[in-house]
């Protein structure tokens, strides 16, 4: 029975560097209060508790009640008792640890299990390489990225993340490779304890390289399973690279999820993102883009749709750093319930970025009441040429609408619903992937 | 021997505060075509929204039976399901929903209510297809939202396509404003007719006799004051063409 700051053992103590930024998340971090601006909308009560569990890799076997490495968990349907199937010293069959996901596309599969990578790699093609990020640690490479951009003090949780920075994979992108199938990470959880995980994820693209990646935050353990989910994303973008990164969170109802997501992008690059937040009980999706060089582009796009008492939290901040950089971001959720939508959206334009374009429009469709919609968009600009523009809006559904499908003998509900699809149909389409499209189209 | 489709009985019904329909009485047996005329601002649309089940229209007293069972008591979707279906003078737009998948929830919503299997999707683009063919409606349109940016005649072309697809057995044509367009006017007019079987029944709600040239009706009333206060055959609504409603109405 921990608070969110336990001390425990973990991977890669006699790295002095990697201690000393442990150490700063460490001593950086404390819960920020209603009196904190980034998170008066977002009420943060669900993690005021002490009875979490941490995962960092070597406790999740004795937590859950697991297996050793190379040990046979006994069950008759579990033929590779060498755990060859890379199922990290769990169970094998599918029974016990099922990596199955339903989707309609093909892609490079890499999942976690209750926050902690289990080791089976998709076979990559040549200029692609996934390790974890320990093992990018050890060997140098995350070195030049782990720590150097994010500024902890503005980012409480990806302090925490740091503090126990540990499980994550490293996915890196050579020069003028253009992935064919998107990478997929996914995120699997289910667990009857309050466990902790930090993931920390650094994708690399190197010059004119393309990506697309794939977050799926599945809950596929019992409806009332708590848990906490504390990403971090880091995206380096060489000039003329172009990553999309297309999230799908879906955490079970009562677990916290909060993200950041990360990105650095040069000269001519593009990072393109898509999230669509369904579940957890408290959930906050942050996005900082810094357009660092000329010709830099970004477009953070994103829909929630909510119910109960849930938080869904969407923070955006882009920073224009340099010339003739572009920005656009459609926000849209659909709020019932009691639940409370929060949109923050900063667009920052530095003063020597001239000639750049900022947009941000935030909708959203309040179903009940008793729902409840927060916005702040921000606009920093202290450049003189520049085109920006923000705009937000809410309202409910149209009874007229309703009534006419009604009477066509379409049921309330579904006529609820068909005009709730049809209200995040222009954000969705922003997805360019047809087949990534149609699988969140078909999840909404 | 006539069966009743539609029997309505001492209806009142109010809006907010305003009682619009007093003590209104009519009887449709199947097969039949009733007119009702009246002058604008009677009410005239507001029985066809009490007859649909439109919320914010309150029934204070009365029946109204549908096919022998309790209309009052149905969903809008229920009443819909049972085979009543309202043509609109103003029909909805709905952004971001393409015609043709509109039209799959309903049918389904339909089949699944008469315990029939649902349509695949290429079973009922087909079906779709070739009712829309007749209407003149080409492939394009069915993929546009429904309504959004279509012309007044493209409108009710759709409402016919809608007709043609749920075969409804009771329809009401609410064309009850002054404003007629005549081209839409033909294009529904000409549906209504190919519905008309001799079994299936209509009721039409307008202010003009002109639409009267294109669907005859067996029978014409003429509302006022929130009922019927003459009915007759088509000689009634050519003598309502010739002197105006102002005998019916009551001097104020």
């Not at chain 1, 890499?110 to 692609?128: E, Q, R, S, T, W």
């Not at chain 1, 998107?182 to 690399?204: G, R």
């Not at chain 1, 408290?282 to 477009?299: C, D, G, P, S």
């Not at chain 1, 309202?395 to 049921?411: A, H, N, T, V």
Request: a negative charge; aromatic letters at 8%; charged letters at 25%.
């Amino acid at each position: 029975m921990v608070g969110l700051l336990e001390n425990i053992e973990l991977f890669g103590q006699n790295i002095p560097w990697l201690e000393a930024l442990r150490e700063e998340g460490r001593n950086i971090f404390t819960l920020p209060g209603a009196k904190t601006e980034a998170w008066k909308y977002t009420k943060l009560h669900d993690l005021r508790c002490d009875d979490f569990v941490y995962s960092p890799s070597k406790f999740i076997e004795e937590l859950e009640g697991g297996y050793e490495d190379n040990e046979d968990c006994g069950c008759s349907d579990c033929d590779q008792s060498d755990h060859s199937c890379g199922c990290g010293g769990g169970c094998c069959c599918g029974n016990h640890l099922n990596l199955y996901i339903d989707i309609p596309f093909e892609a490079y599969q890499i999942h976690f299990n209750n926050g902690k990578f289990v080791p089976l790699y998709p076979a990559l093609p040549l200029g692609v390489e996934v390790m974890t990020l320990m093992q990018a640690i050890v060997e140098g490479e995350a070195r030049n990225y782990v720590g150097k951009y994010i500024e902890l003090k503005k980012y409480p949780f990806a302090a925490l993340n740091t503090a126990y920075l540990e499980e994550g994979v490293f996915i890196s992108i050579e020069r003028n490779v253009k992935l064919a199938k998107p990478i997929m990470i996914v995120y699997h959880t289910s667990t009857k304890h309050n466990l902790v995980s930090h993931i920390h994820n650094i994708i690399v693209a190197e010059n004119n390289s393309s990506a697309v990646v794939v977050e799926y935050y599945k809950h596929t353990g019992a409806d009332k399973d708590r848990y906490f989910n504390n990403i971090v994303n880091e995206f380096y973008l060489s000039p003329k690279a172009e990553v999309k990164h297309y999230k799908f969170q879906e955490e079970a109802y009562k677990s916290v999820h909060i993200a950041l997501n990360h990105a650095v992008v040069k000269d001519g690059a593009k990072y393109k993102s898509f999230c669509l937040q369904k579940g957890a009980n408290l959930a906050r999706n942050e996005t900082k883009v810094e357009l660092l060089q000329e010709n830099a582009n970004t477009e953070v796009n994103a829909a929630y749709i909510m119910n109960g008492w849930a938080t869904i939290d969407t923070t955006t901040d882009i920073a224009h750093l340099s010339e003739k950089t572009t920005s656009s971001q459609l926000v849209k959720g659909v709020v019932g319930g009691e639940a409370r939508g929060v949109f923050q959206g900063k667009i920052a334009i530095s003063k020597n970025a001239q000639e750049t374009e900022g947009y941000q429009q935030h909708r959203a469709l309040l179903l009940s009441d008793t729902a409840e919609i927060d916005v702040k968009p921000e606009l920093e600009i202290y450049a003189d040429n520049v085109k920006c523009s923000h705009g937000a809006a809410c309202g409910e559904l149209d009874k007229e609408q309703l009534f006419y499908m009604r009477s066509r003998g379409i049921g309330e509900e579904d006529a609820k619903q068909i005009l709730i699809d049809a209200y995040l149909t222009d954000v969705i389409d922003k997805i360019d992937d047809e087949d990534i499209k149609e699988w969140i189209r078909a999840n909404v | 021997m006539s069966t009743p489709l539609l029997e309505i009985e001492d209806l009142c019904a109010r809006v907010g505060n305003k009682e619009i329909i007093k003590n209104f009485n009519l009887t449709i047996n199947e097969g039949e075509v009733h007119a009702i005329m009246g002058p604008n601002g009677a009410g005239k649309s507001t029985l066809s929204y009490v007859l649909s089940g439109k919320p914010g229209y309150e029934i204070t007293s009365g029946s109204i039976k549908f096919k022998g069972k309790d209309l009052i008591s149905m969903s809008v979707e229920e009443r819909a399901r049972e085979g009543m279906f309202l043509i609109m003078q103003y029909p909805v737009e709905i952004p971001g929903v393409p015609v043709n998948s509109f039209l799959k929830h309903a049918v389904n919503a339909l089949h699944q209510h008469n315990n029939e299997s649902e349509l695949d999707t290429m079973e009922f683009l087909k079906m779709l297809r070739e009712e829309a063919k007749k209407l003149g409606i080409d492939n394009e349109m069915l993929k546009r939202a429904v309504n959004v940016g279509f012309s007044g005649g493209e409108k009710k072309r759709l409402e016919a396509l809608q007709m043609s697809v749920l075969k409804p057995c009771f329809a009401i044509l609410d064309e009850a404003d002054s404003g007629l367009d005549i081209d839409a006017i033909k294009v529904v007019s000409n549906c209504v007719n190919n519905m008309l079987d001799g079994k299936r029944s209509l009721l039409i709600i307008t202010h003009y006799q002109k639409l009267l040239n294109y669907i005859e009706p067996d029978f014409v009333h003429v509302f006022a004051d929130g009922h019927i206060v003459k009915s007759g055959n088509k000689s009634l609504s050519e003598e309502i063409e010739a002197n105006g409603y102002a005998s019916y109405v009551k001097e104020k």
